[in-house]
């Protein structure tokens, strides 16, 4: 059996020159002497430069979106399986995980037919490339796919559960350059992640996607990539005490064993950080959780805050599958599923959420206004705090009017902050539309068009498609309209489009009237606009109660029901929770209620919470900490 050898000649995360800085451009205005010594340069010429560079610069700084929303904005392909589509075809991927590599993001997720780069996070380019070979004739291009780099080469592998598939290797993936570095893996893993242990300059294989095995992992030989030594068994499910890795919707479902899979490693301060995923990719409750050790293959240890990504609530829900990566500042996000899962279970997207590790070394990731604007890593922004945009959703269950409705696919489905509804127009004809009244005058600092699969005709990857054709107008009363974004030229396949204005808009509505479509009807899940309202915050929530069996007596304790008093001006709340009233990084977002069943507890330890109350004008104060022992 053939293999190669991988080089080291230098690192995968190099240091990038993106910005020019401030302090350096005077230096440019020479005036024929530094430090008392006469330049050889045409102060002339320099200084023409300095004008052009200048100029770019501060065009550059004002175009550059600081903020992304999710689900993020890429060309998801179509679901290619036949069988998958009977209840109509539709767009389709999960599993994702991003790498940053050589000065570029690059992510990879389930049956895409090639993968995405990005110098930004914002911006992601496709490069189509299929890593299968035709002799393995199967659907399930690159499903649940590894990327991660050892010294100056990607490295990528699929799942499968046979020993035929490749491992694949490449020094310049962004130009879809790549050789086979395995052409046989005997390692037959499903949901893998090949790990670089970098300071010990070892690799390692973790695998597993089942509702009876655990996850493994195995050392890889180092210069054949192949598994050497013991497979070991490492964590497993114990649902019986964590009530997040219930099977069902809301992990309240115990009549069916539910996935742990997913898994991926991070290495943080000489501790070991095994991932994982579960109850099921087909729930909100859709959550990533992680155990810790002191060695690569264990033993390893149920972290005191799990699930560490989990976003049950509000628009785009589910956490689960992912990955831990660091940007070009060394800070950290989370990649992972959200469950839109209508069509079919599997019909999913990707959300990124900021996340990164406490001074105790707990991971952690921020899903609190996490399908809201967020600002971007070029912000540098604290992942705690502070990467939310606070622009708030102005439109939620606001009036609407459209151009025409196709049977039960009725109009407010398109405001009422659910991925999984949407309305739909009967045509995909130029001039259908949607108008959203705000309910007053408004600041609009960004919007987001989240359209729907409705009668497309489309499966797999096309080599190129139509892209989706718009304008947005905006009216202080319904009748006299300014154009507020015009992409009637747009060529680009932008099925979660989100702009973020340059100059914020003002109004009162907001029209989206359909140009054109890649394929299908105009449907909308989410028209969404974000912004600030006129009117103020909602007041601190009066009453809130956790309510929780006692550990001695008969109930369910991984189930605490929690109940408050209606805020009059609220639109929704936001629950925090913690084992700790310091950590308490868990968040549920929840519109229109004054109850939530929160299902994903600990049956053995205290937990603390905490809400807040927000409208379309902004947040509210926090509670004080209630705990429930």
């Known amino acids: 059996m053939s293999f190669f050898l991988l080089s080291i000649t230098g690192s995968g995360r190099p240091s990038v020159f993106s910005k020019v800085k401030k302090e350096l451009l005077p230096s440019l205005f020479f005036t024929g002497k530094k430090s008392g010594n006469p330049l050889p340069f045409p102060s002339i010429a320099i200084r023409a430069m300095a004008i052009v560079l200048i100029t770019i610069v501060s065009e550059t ?16 392909g179509y679901c290619p399986i036949p069988n998958f589509v009977t209840q109509g075809k539709h767009r389709a991927t999960a599993d994702p995980v991003i790498t940053f590599f050589k000065g570029e993001y690059y992510l990879f997720s389930t049956n895409q037919w090639g993968y995405w780069h990005s110098k930004d996070m914002l911006d992601w380019k496709f490069i189509p490339r299929k890593f299968l070979r035709p002799e393995h004739k199967v659907y399930d291009e690159l499903c649940a796919p590894s990327v991660s780099f050892v010294n100056d080469t990607l490295i990528v592998v699929g799942s499968t559960h046979t020993k035929e598939f490749p491992i694949w290797m490449s020094t310049n993936p962004s130009v879809g350059d790549w050789k086979e570095l395995v052409h046989k893996s005997e390692a037959g893993a499903w949901d893998p992640q090949i790990f670089w242990d970098k300071e010990k300059d070892e690799v390692y294989e973790y695998y597993g996607s089942s509702n009876t095995y655990p996850i493994h992992g195995v050392k890889l030989n180092r210069k054949t990539f192949q598994p050497e030594g013991e497979v070991y068994d490492l964590i497993a499910l114990n649902d019986d005490e964590h009530g997040w890795e219930r099977f069902g919707e809301y992990n309240d479902n115990v009549f069916l064993q539910p996935f742990m899979e997913g898994a991926y490693m991070n290495k943080h301060n000489g501790k070991y950080y095994l991932q994982y995923g579960g109850p099921g990719t087909e729930f909100s409750g859709y959550g990533d959780g992680v155990y810790v050790g002191d060695g690569p293959l264990g033993p390893f240890q149920y972290q005191s805050f799990n699930p560490f990504s989990y976003k049950p609530g509000g628009f785009a829900r589910g956490a689960g599958h992912g990955g831990t990566y660091q940007d070009d500042n060394s800070d950290y996000w989370h990649v992972s599923t959200i469950a839109i899962c209508t069509k079919n279970n599997f019909e999913r997207r990707i959300g990124i959420w ?10 952690y990731s921020n899903t609190a206004y996490g399908d809201y604007p967020n600002f971007l890593p070029s912000e540098q922004k604290d992942h705690h705090s502070e990467s939310f945009a606070g622009w708030m959703l102005l439109n939620y269950n606001k009036p609407v009017q459209v151009s025409s409705t196709l049977g039960g696919f009725q109009p407010n489905l398109a405001v009422d902050e659910d991925l999984k509804t949407y309305w739909s127009a009967k045509s995909d004809k130029k001039g259908e539309y949607i108008i959203s009244d705000l309910g007053e005058k408004s600041t609009i600092n960004a919007i987001q068009i989240n359209y729907a699969d409705q009668d497309v005709d489309l499966m797999g990857k096309p080599e190129t498609t139509k892209g989706h054709q718009y304008i947005i107008y905006v009216s202080d009363d319904n009748k006299n309209w300014k154009v507020l974004v015009d992409k009637s030229k747009n060529t680009k396949d932008v099925p979660h489009d989100y702009i973020e204005l340059s100059t914020p808009g003002k109004g009162r509505y907001l029209k989206l009237e359909n ?9 909308i899940s989410g028209f969404r606009a974000f912004g600030k309202g006129s009117g ?11 309510l929780r069996a006692e550990a001695k007596k008969k109930g369910e304790r991984r189930s605490i029901w929690m109940k408050w008093q209606q805020e009059q001006s609220a639109d929704g709340y936001v629950i925090y929770f913690g084992k700790s009233p310091d950590k308490m990084y868990g968040s549920i977002m929840v519109y229109g209620k004054t109850e939530y069943y929160f299902s994903g507890a600990d049956r053995s330890e205290a937990y603390y919470f905490r809400i807040e109350a927000f409208n379309n004008n902004g947040i509210g104060p926090k509670t004080e900490v209630k705990q429930a022992p």
């Not at 175009?63 to 998801?76: G, L, M």
């Not at 900021?354 to 991971?363: E, R, S, T, V």
Request: aromatic share 14%.
């Open 354 to 363: 900021p996340a990164g590790f406490d001074q105790d070394g707990i991971l």
């Open 61 to 76: 700084s004002w175009a550059q979106q600081k903020t992304y929303c999710n689900p993020i904005n890429i060309d998801y």
């Open 536 to 546: 103020k915050v909602p007041g601190e929530v009066q009453n809130f109660v956790p």
């Open 515 to 523: 140009l054109g479509m890649p394929t299908g009807k105009f449907a």
